[in-house]
Structures are given as C-alpha cells and as structure tokens.
C-alpha cells in the first residue's frame, strides 16, 4: 500500500518565557522563570502539530540555547517526510544526538499532536484511552523555612487542593521533619500529603525522615536520595513503609526496567521531558503495569499545552492514579488557547478537539524569535 502524500514542509521553533508568580524552589535550586522551547511541525497542507519542553539544567543537564541548536538538526531531518511513520522519526532523533529527552518530547508530541489531528481524534483516543478517569492535581509547596511553606499549605487547602506534594531534601533531615509536621499539624489529619527530596538526602537521612512521618497519612515520597544510588533506593525501598516513588531515577523505559528489577521503587513518576516523549512514556506504563506498579504523571515547568498532552496520555493508562499537574498554576500568564481546564475542586479535564487540543496565542509567540528549518 502506498500512502498518498503528507509531507513535513517546515518547522518552527521558539525559545518562549513566561514569569513565575513567585520561585519555585526545590533542593537542587530555584527558578523564576518558566522557559519552554516550543516546537511546532507544519504540513504541506498547512496542517501543524505543536509540542514544548521545559529544560531543567539541573534534572537534565539541557539548557534552552543547546536546545535550539539540536532541535534545528533534529528538524532538517524531518523535512519532507510522513510525519504518520513516528517510530522512524523517533529512531532518527536517537541516532542525531545521545540523551536530549527533553528537546525530543517537544518533537514527539507535536508528531502526536499531528497524527491525532490528522486521524481526526482526540490524543487521549489516539492513544487507545477514554474520557472516564476522574484527574485531581495536587498543588506544589516549595521548599522554604517552616513557617512558610505552613502558610502557602494553608493557602492552597483554603483554595480547595485535594492533595499537596511538599518539597523536602535539605541535609540533614532534621529540619525537613519540623517542616512536614508543622504542615500536617496545620491541615489537620485527613489532607492526603505526599513528598519530594529531589535526591537531597542519604540513606540515613532518608531513614529518619520516613520514619518520623511514617503516622503523617505520607501518600509516598520522591526521590528521596541521589538517583544514582541504586544500592541505597533499593535498601530504603524495601525498609520504608512510605512507598518510594522513582522520578529522578527513570528517565526512560530501559531506567523502569532496571529500577523495577532490583526493587529499588514502589511507584514510578513518568515525565514526558524525561521519557523524550508520549511514545516512551507508553513504554515505561507499559512495564509498570506488567509489574504492577502504580505511577503518577508530573512535569518540569511546562505551561497548559504540554501539560494538556499529559493528561491525553494519562487518560489512556488506569495504571496512572498520581496526577502532578500544577505547573501551568504556578506562572504569572497563560499563553495557551484551548487545551486543559481546571475546575474549581481541581479536576482537570480536556475536550474532544483532535490532538492535545492546546495551542499557543499567535501574538504570544510573535514575542520571540521564531526560528524557521524548511
Ligand atoms: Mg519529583
């Protein structure tokens, strides 16, 4: 069979910024700023996917400038083809450069973005899944003195969150603990809670603050100690009553393999800007739920368009019961046109438009230089 004629015409891409309404702050540092490189795939036709990444230096060791240089090579190699045949461009993009999960999932889901709307289907369809599961965010308190992070605890229960991740990980661990018991005391008993050490602690560390929250009604705890450790993941997993959820330590497919193998997590946190995008991220639900693994959906600091193809894959995995979705209600302005909608109880929910559903504001864009391969 031959396959009458879509081709790849021209590729945009944009090193985009929107302000913070105040830092984020996590134990590996701070940010102001959400800096998202936007990719956006364009049809002969003028048809067009788009996809963003957010690049964390200190998770992926990406930054937005190495980005715009690699993804001007990854976008030469794409012009003139299907953009239906995915797999190949995906292979295309491992070969061009090593690692770069970040940059990859941007071309990744504008690629899925386009297939879907060129089968005419939402992704979450696309991807094989329904609108039936029911998607609550959490809300993220930032790691900062005790009295602080209580307040901003308080402010997000007021407004309703059904669950707050807190950031924890400073070395030693004691203050962490005055942090999170001061909070629970705060909220009262029944607000589920749920941690991130982002690799801050040591195994001892880790030991005294799971054990000092162990009656704190913790839903589980990230990362807790350096992602490379699998020696001490693996010992405090198999220790902990808290279960221990891998983030930092699976980026991909072949990191859930090992992780899961040497029983060094309880749960997984799938990323599409670590996975390089929906294709792995269905790679590492995949493994999961052949070992029974539960996982949770989280993101760097993308805005409501990366965010809204997160929930599209979300929805077509029951496997996923952890949703991290708060990004987008951290920044100062939003430059999205369609896409995800939180209610006021915080369901995140997205309609039937084919794709992601999500697009950028022309006029926002037009604020950064548009780099153009044809
Ligand atoms: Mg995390």
Redesign the pocket.
Known sequence: MTMNGLKIDRIEIYPTRIKLIEPFV?SVGAITHARNTVVKIILTDGRYGIGECCPYRSIHGETMEGQMAIAQDIAKNLIGLDPRTSKRHLHMMNKVMKNNASIKAAFDMALYDLNAKIAELPLYIFLGGDNKKEIFTDNTVSLLEADKMVDKALQFKDLGFPVLKVKLGEQPSKKDVERITSIRKAVGDTLPLRV?A?QGWNFYDAKYALNAMKDLNIEHC??PIAAANIRDQKRLTEWSTIPI?A??AVFNHHDAYRILAENAADLI?IKLGKTGGIENAMKVASICEAAGVYCQV?SFSESRLGISALVHFDLAWDNIIYH?LDSPLMMSEDPIIGGLSYSDKWQVTVDDSPGHGADYDPSFLKMFECVAVK
């Open positions: 996590i991130d982002n990230e990362e959820m983030d930092e946190n989280g991290d």
